[in-house]
């Protein structure tokens, strides 16, 4: 087995699929693998079997792994890809959107080729994600979880530095919670002209039981009820570009920390299980870049380096 697959199989629930065993890293052993070949004069019997550890490496069995929790019927996990990328992550792969059913046999390939290129995105799609500024916890209902006088800092510095940056951004789409309608009415001072749109798909919620679990924090009903509504915001609005769209387009998403991080686990193809493992500040700028290939960068996670550090709160 090739040390690159080994790491690949290593990872348990990434881009979905069953995982056979993990891979952890452990002190030199002997210099020796399943693809090494016998050593002048060794006996065959010196050869290690082809599912042994590559150098370095220490395989575990599979009840190892066994204890990685089965996804919710709303995540769609294609069994088999062992941690490769989806390519058709978004749904939006040209080839899957051609019914080739319908081909024409007599114009064949130059045919299908021309379908192909028609249903080819060529823009790229940068996505802001911006969390919502500091707010008042102690208030009861969300009309009443208003932003702080800090958070309205907070926000004038947000939509400051997203104006600094020069881009033409297309819109702001905003959760409907309070919090983040207030932030956005802020920062959309600085960037004139940018629509605005509401959406109570990004509202705040619990996406899915976080691995390692929280013990002081297990609203089961919660993921139920939200896990399937933050599931659908992630389908709507991370995607790459449709075919029609010919200039790159810069848009704004202000909305909650857990929506966030779910969102990044699961465009970056990273098991969803782990959105609680990031932190993330208030009024911060999260970067996800999606080319016209369906391929996923993020440039920035929570980025608040433009706030003086007594402006930086995460509540």
Known sequence: MSFRRALALAACGLAGGSVLFSAVAVGKLPARGGDAE???GSSPASVPPASAAPPGLLLLPPAAAASCPAAPGW???PAGTGGYWDSNWDRREPLALINLKKKNEETGEEELAS?????KAKATRHIFLIRHSQYNLDGRADKDRTLTPLGREQAELTGHRLASLGLKFDQIIHSSMTRATETTEIISKHLPGVKKIST???REGAPIEPDPPVSH???EAVYYEDGARIEAAFRNFIHRADAKQEEDSYEIFV???NVIR???CRALQFPPEGWLR???NNGSITHLVIRPNGRVALRTLGDTGFMPPDKITRT
């Open 38 to 40: 016998p050593r002048p």
């Open 75 to 77: 995540i769609e996990r």
């Open 115 to 119: 379908r192909l290129d028609h249903c």
């Open 200 to 202: 109570d798909l990004l």
């Open 217 to 219: 924090w297990k609203p």
């Open 255 to 257: 909305c909650h920390a």
């Open 262 to 264: 779910y969102i990044v």
């Open 278 to 280: 990031m932190s993330l």
